[in-house]
Nanobody, 129 residues
């Protein structure tokens, strides 16, 4: 059974930083992709970043381009999202999700949100002005 759990959210002042963690288990595919997503109140869910188990170079969406760094530790089954210079508009529930990428030979950015099959419970990030 695939399980993901995001943690590390909280309240932070604008301009501050936060590190989110995602613990995962059960990803036994030959290759898989893990992504970070966020959903603000009244808005659609959007991709923040993703990384493939076979490629250590993350992809970053437009939402936090230049202000976030995604990393992974395969030995610990963890991925992280370092967020810097946070803005009030970054306030959202942040999720990590995964999908089987065994037969995918391209960037993780090629996966649409609806193609992620496994989702963890989100963690709320609130950025105060």
């Amino acid at each position: 059974e695939v399980q993901l759990q995001a943690s590390g959210g909280g309240v932070v002042q604008a301009g501050g930083s936060l590190i989110l963690s995602c613990a995962y288990a059960g990803l036994t595919f030959d290759d898989y992709v893990i992504g970070w997503f966020r959903q603000a109140p009244g808005k659609e869910r959007e991709e923040v970043s993703c990384i493939s188990s076979s490629d250590s170079s993350p992809y970053y969406g437009d939402s936090m381009q230049g202000r976030s760094t995604m990393s992974s530790n395969g030995a610990k089954n963890m991925v992280y999202l370092q967020m810097n210079n946070l803005k009030p508009e970054d306030t959202a529930v942040y999720y990590c999700a995964a999908t089987d990428a065994t037969y995918w030979d391209y960037s993780c950015s090629g996966f649409e949100i609806h193609e992620y099959d496994y989702w963890g419970q989100g963690t709320l990030v609130t950025v105060s002005s």
